[in-house]
């Protein structure tokens, strides 16, 4: 085996197991490379090959390592949602992530990217539900991932009453693009009773920490969620839209006590890199996901939605405002009518705004309550401003509804949002038009509609929106 890489020395880590009555059932390795502790865990801290889990990213290595007879070496892509993601190897094999290099390219420029591959990213749970694997035979946890180790907490919070101890890398600016930082992880550790005890960083704002458990792990320690609903998600598709949109928008809903978590999946990253210079770039609601290539507006918001872990998501497009009433609305109408599942929840009472002009109209005021079906789809469309309300996008979906959104769609195809919507309704959903679900639909001269209008006619002519037998 090569030279162990912790920069903690496992003599320190094992003092303060014994300080703090740490007693080691098994050991978790995330990120195992080439095994490189097993030499210390087996002299240093007395565990047995057995009782070691490895897991790496790389399946090539996973097989070099079982071929070199090291046991219970397993391959998976940790990350706190699943989902396909580029995973990046570098020419030493120990930078490669699913993240973007960030100021690691100007640290190490020497340590550059050599392959990518297209891989399935799983949570934590999942792996160990998947495997067959008992989570509570692991209390001392070890984390190597380039930038993820975060993301993957908070994936699989509830694993967490099984860690005595974490040993884990960390990062005080963004060494992987939209890497979890320290401060992160101290906040997220310590709502589950982990405490950060032991550091030591490098000059690179890299470096390795150690957490102990310093307090039983407690469920009731999970935010209260005040929604009686269920928990949701804010997810915002984004594209060069900082100024003056999200700028002016975001601090705003951060402060909605209906949702849970903002996710913002940008299709160049730069909205994200204006986001975290603000002094609420860190918010813990907030969630940014830095895309590795352009999807395009349908399969952007596709795959941002499949990155989202509450039960509903209010999808909205970054140069549109949510104000209060989008959420309360919505909630006195889930009062009223009971809530469904197998339901789109549209605004109804969505006001046009040109960006320069305060005045307003209501577009679809006149359908508020209209419920759309499979049954009454084709009579649906010809009503006056139909197509207006179909091509809104900016609705609640229930999780449950994503693996029914079509995937097999052009990059660029026109008018996204009214073939999901009938394209759910075709396998069996509905479209409710909720009365004073209010945002602003905010008309400028940089949005994608109007810079894309001609095709998208075009393809509105071109197409057959009805539903046949």
């Not at 550091?199 to 792990?217: C, I």
Request: aromatic residues 10%; hydrophobic residues 35%.
């Amino acid at each position: 085996m090569t030279v162990d890489t912790m920069l903690i020395d496992a003599q320190q880590v094992k003092h303060i197991m014994t300080q703090y009555g740490i007693q080691i059932k098994g050991i978790l390795h995330v990120g195992a490379h080439e095994c490189e502790e097993k030499g210390s865990y087996n002299s240093v801290w007395g565990v047995k090959d057995a009782n070691i889990l490895w897991i790496d990213g790389n399946d090539k290595l996973v097989e070099k390592m079982t071929k070199q007879g090291v046991p219970n070496c397993y391959y998976a892509v940790l990350d706190e949602t699943e989902g396909d993601v580029t995973f990046k190897i570098t020419n030493n094999g120990q930078s490669s992530s699913i993240l973007d290099l960030g100021t690691h390219k100007q640290s190490y420029p020497h340590i550059v990217v050599t392959e990518e591959r297209r891989v399935k990213t799983q949570r934590l749970d999942q792996f160990f539900e998947q495997n067959k694997l008992d989570p509570s035979n692991y209390n001392v946890w070890n984390f190597d991932i380039q930038g993820s180790e975060y993301h993957v907490f908070r994936g699989s919070k509830h694993l967490l009453q099984y860690a005595d101890l974490i040993y884990t890398e960390v990062n005080t600016t963004n060494v992987y693009e939209g890497c979890g930082k320290m401060h992160e992880i101290d906040t997220l550790l310590e709502e589950y009773g982990l405490k950060r005890v032991m550091e030591r960083m490098t000059d690179a704002s890299w470096g390795d920490a150690v957490y102990v458990r310093v307090a039983p792990y407690q469920s009731s320690t999970e935010p209260i969620v005040a929604n009686p609903f269920g928990t949701m998600t804010l997810a915002i598709p984004t594209m060069k839209r900082f100024k003056p949109f999200l700028e002016t928008y975001l601090p705003k809903y951060l402060e909605f006590p209906q949702v849970d978590e903002i996710v913002i999946a940008d299709e160049t990253g730069e909205d994200i890199d204006q986001i975290l210079q603000q002094p609420w770039g860190s918010h813990p609601k907030l969630r940014l996901i830095r895309n590795s290539e352009r999807f395009g507006a349908y399969h952007n918001k596709l795959q941002l939605m499949k990155q989202c872990k509450t039960d509903w998501i209010a999808l909205l497009d970054s140069d549109n405002e949510a104000v209060p009433e989008y959420f309360t609305a919505l909630h006195d109408f889930w009062n009223y009518a009971g809530q469904h599942t197998n339901h789109v929840y549209i605004p109804g009472g969505v006001e046009s705004r040109n960006i320069h002009e305060t005045h307003t109209q209501k577009q679809i005021a006149h359908l508020a309550g209209y419920l759309v079906t499979k049954g009454n789809w084709n009579s649906f469309l010809g009503l006056q401003k139909s197509e207006y309300c179909l091509n809104l996008g900016n609705c609640v979906f229930h999780r449950s509804q994503i693996d029914d959104i079509p995937a097999d769609v052009p990059k660029d195809v026109m008018v996204d949002c009214q073939v999901v919507n009938k394209a759910l309704v075709e396998k069996g959903y509905a479209l409710q038009i909720v009365p004073n679900m209010k945002y602003y639909h905010i008309v400028h001269p940089g949005s994608l509609y109007l810079t894309t209008i001609h095709d998208q006619q075009r393809f509105h002519r071109e197409t057959d929106w009805k539903i046949h037998p």
